[in-house]
Antibody
Framework: QVQLQESGPGLVKPSETLSLTCAVSGYSISSGYYWGWIRQPPGKGLEWIGSIYHSGSTYYNPSLKSRVTISVDTSKNQFSLKLSSVTAADTAVYYC?????????????WGQGTLVTVSS | SYELTQPPSVSVSPGQTARITCSGDALPKKYPYWYQQKSGQAPVLVIYEDSKRPSGIPERFSGSSSGTMATLTISGAQVEDEADYYCYSTDSSGNPLFGGGTKLTVL
């Protein structure tokens, strides 16, 4: 059973960089698949942030691309998100998930999510 | 930019059929997927590739599509089906895209 667990600070100051890590268990990231980050502001819908392949190849939501970096550490079986220059609009529950590649890419396994609040 | 449009809310009584729609110009060429998200929980896939149910999803959940419209149908909706439902697809670049979500009320 694939399990994902997000971790990182729950409070970030405006203009600083948000950093989260997703630890994967039950599956080796090196074996394949894309892995991604999705966020959900309080009371709002889901927004894809970006995804990374085990080789390190990335693709990002064009609306966030200038501020996002996703990296992978296969030795620790985890991947990470950095979002720079955050504002209150970046306050959200952040989820990590696996992107299954069937006919299309879709998210099949999700972490429980972690709330990140941007506030001074 | 490409969007997936859902109604904000749908309400049914227990035992009735709930239908949630999702419209998008690329849906004739892209499969729709559906996620259920209960309050305070992560989304769960309930329909993939238009009409397939993952293991463990009740048979009352079904999906269909025609042209630019996809529909999630819950036949005989139960109180535990009350949740937010999101359609999902990918855009022409292969980027993941979620609809705005539909709040299903069963009471």
């Amino acid at each position: 059973q694939v399990q994902l667990q997000e971790s990182g600070p729950g409070l970030v100051k405006p203009s600083e960089t948000l950093s989260l890590t997703c630890a994967v268990s039950g599956y080796s990231i090196s074996s394949g698949y894309y892995w991604g980050w999705i966020r959900q502001p309080p009371g709002k819908g889901l927004e894809w942030i970006g995804s990374i392949y085990h080789s390190g190849s990335t693709y990002y939501n064009p609306s966030l691309k200038s501020r996002v970096t996703i990296s992978v550490d296969t030795s620790k079986n985890q991947f990470s998100l950095k979002l720079s220059s955050v504002t209150a609009a970046d306050t959200a529950v952040y989820y990590c998930a696996r992107l299954y590649s069937g006919y299309d890419f879709y998210f099949d396994y999700w972490g429980q999510g972690t709330l990140v609040t941007v506030s001074s | 930019s490409y969007e997936l449009t859902q109604p904000p809310s749908v309400s049914v009584s227990p035992g009735q059929t709930a239908r949630i729609t999702c419209s998008g110009d690329a849906l004739p060429k892209k499969y729709p997927y559906w996620y259920q998200q209960k309050s305070g929980q992560a989304p769960v896939l309930v329909i993939y590739e238009d009409s397939k149910r993952p293991s463990g999803i009740p048979e009352r959940f079904s999906g269909s599509s025609s042209g630019t419209m996809a529909t999630l149908t819950i036949s005989g909706a139960q109180v535990e089906d009350e949740a937010d439902y999101y359609c999902y697809s990918t855009d022409s670049s292969g980027n993941p895209l979620f609809g705005g979500g539909t709040k299903l009320t069963v009471l």
